[in-house]
């Protein structure tokens, strides 16, 4: 088999320019459509899916938790590479017959329309399927990537990719939700066949990216390189002291976020009952906002430490997920939909840099000649740490659907009662104040890793500021925009400065 791969997809000693540069491209090309397919087959239309054919909260979290759980196919898959060393091959037939599964996933409308949990098992089997074998044509990917873009236009090309990719996946994800809630409105008795639409398509659209695969060139393996085994993958970096600590504060952090971040979705639309649009709006709201946060937290990162970017960004997503109660108080009010927007922009904001942070905190921490084992080695804990946690998320969820707490002020005198509600728990609202508790004790932790550039809170806080604010000026093209957004510090000077005159005034007349 390995010497048949290596004859079908044949090596290249050396690489020109000329097909570096045709092969740039063709790997665009395959983003945009990994993005696409990723877009019109997941995040909140397969949560929707699920929720139509009757998922409980459980299976929310499962279906959350696979992804995660997959990575750990990394391992055997390292030593699938190695032995086979045929890495564009690999990666195609694993991608391939992975994107095909999403085949029967989108027939379950049509086989399963009676016995919807016959179709839950179904989605779950074929899902696990799908990320098994997605993560080993990963594992040759990236191996694949390394060794072919310079290490010098590394950083670049694939910040352009992902720009590219998420563009077009922002309109995409727009036009999507759009087409889902107008079919479900005109065709309610057929509302599931839209999500097999969007899954063929999705499907098809992923694997037309692996014909840009097929015609992206590989560089030889020239070198054999030395396989670890399991026990020196894990056992390094779990002796050395500040990597330990980095690892007590990282896992943690991965179960926190991903107990509750599956059922966001879930809580927009069941709790809430939001459209799927306007969900799918919301979505896209953070995603840009996380992408414009990036590069300052980003340059931020360059100048002070990954540790106190993570010591700022991550306190503020933990007070998104403690806001999210709020938008009940206990039921849907006024103020519900813009401390919605509020959440998705902070969340968008604080992700960038806790996502910027953790993955560099990691890579700077681990010693030089032993960065594949240390990375590794996060990976595998932090994955599986975030699948578990979906799990226990969905059976946590689960436990408390029907469960309430309420903390109120009354005031009541005769002929007159008021009471406002301090607090309302009810159901997913139980999980986040759970994921918030766990959050804490990991930012807690944080603070006992040692990294060089280590800075104060409030100085990255005024070095955001001023980030933002820069920013705000370098994009403004309306006259008068930089005034109006500096009017509230204009009005406090001149009301500090009559405030002055009033007092000097005063002590003149005492005088």
């Not at 659907?401 to 005198?413: G, I, R």
Request: charged share 15%; glycine share 8%.
């Amino acid at each position: 088999m390995a010497a048949s791969l290596r004859e079908t997809f044949k090596t290249k000693d050396q690489v020109t320019s000329k097909e570096l540069e045709k092969g740039l491209k063709f790997i665009i090309y395959d983003g945009i459509c990994t993005q696409s397919m990723g877009v019109l087959t997941g995040g909140a239309f397969l949560v929707a899916f699920a929720l139509d054919l009757g998922a409980s909260n459980f299976y929310i979290g499962l279906l959350a938790a696979i992804p995660f759980l997959a990575q750990t196919i990394q391992i055997p898959a390292v030593f699938l590479v190695e032995k086979v060393r045929a890495r564009r091959g690999l990666s195609i037939i694993f991608s391939g017959i992975s994107r095909m599964f999403w085949y029967p996933i989108a027939l379950i409308p049509i086989l399963f329309a009676r016995d919807s949990s016959a179709g839950l098992y179904l989605l779950i089997a074929s899902l696990i399927l799908y990320a098994g074998l997605g993560a080993v044509a990963g594992t040759s990917w990236n191996s694949w990537m390394r060794d072919l873009i310079p290490q010098g236009i590394l950083g670049r090309f694939f910040s352009k990719r992902m720009m590219i990719s998420t563009a077009i996946g922002v309109v995409l994800t727009l036009l999507a939700g759009f087409v889902v809630d107008s079919w479900q409105a005109g065709y309610p008795d057929h509302k599931l066949h839209i999500y097999s639409i969007l899954f063929i398509v999705g499907m098809a659209v992923g694997l037309y990216g692996l014909y840009f695969l097929w015609r992206t060139p590989e560089p030889d393996m020239n070198k054999q390189g030395e396989v670890p085994s399991m026990k020196s993958l894990f056992s390094r970096p779990l002796r050395d002291v500040n990597f330990r600590r980095l690892l007590i504060f990282s896992v943690p952090w991965s179960f926190a976020i991903n107990l509750v971040t599956p059922f966001f979705t879930v809580y927009l639309l069941q709790r809430l009952g939001y459209s799927l649009s306007l969900v799918v709006g919301l979505s896209v709201l953070s995603q840009l906002t996380n992408i414009i946060f990036l590069r300052i937290w980003g340059r931020l990162s360059d100048r002070f430490s990954n540790k106190s970017i993570l010591s700022v960004s991550g306190p503020l997503f933990l007070l998104c997920i403690l806001a999210w109660p709020y938008t009940t108080m206990p039921e849907k009010y006024f103020f519900t939909l813009p401390l919605v927007v509020i959440i998705h922009i902070l969340s968008g904001i604080s992700m960038a840099g806790v996502t910027l942070g953790t993955s560099n905190i990691a890579l700077k921490l681990s010693p030089s000649g032993y960065a594949t084992s240390y990375i590794a080695t996060s990976g595998i804990l932090n994955s599986l740490s975030a699948g578990v946690a979906s799990l226990v998320g969905g059976a946590i969820g689960l436990l408390f659907a029907s469960k309430e707490l309420v903390l109120s002020f009354e005031w009541s005198e005769p002929g007159r009662q008021f009471g406002v509600h301090a607090l309302s728990l009810e159901g997913l609202d139980f999980l986040f104040v759970i994921a918030a508790v766990i959050g804490l004790y990991s930012v807690y932790r944080l603070h006992l890793v040692k990294e060089k550039g280590e800075v104060k809170e409030r100085i990255i806080i005024t070095e955001l500021t001023a980030e933002v604010m820069q920013q705000m000026r370098s994009v403004s093209t309306i006259g008068g925009l930089r005034q109006l957004t500096s009017l509230p510090l204009y009005i406090a000077r001149d009301s500090l400065r009559k405030r002055g005159q009033q007092r000097n005034s005063r002590k003149n007349r005492i005088v």
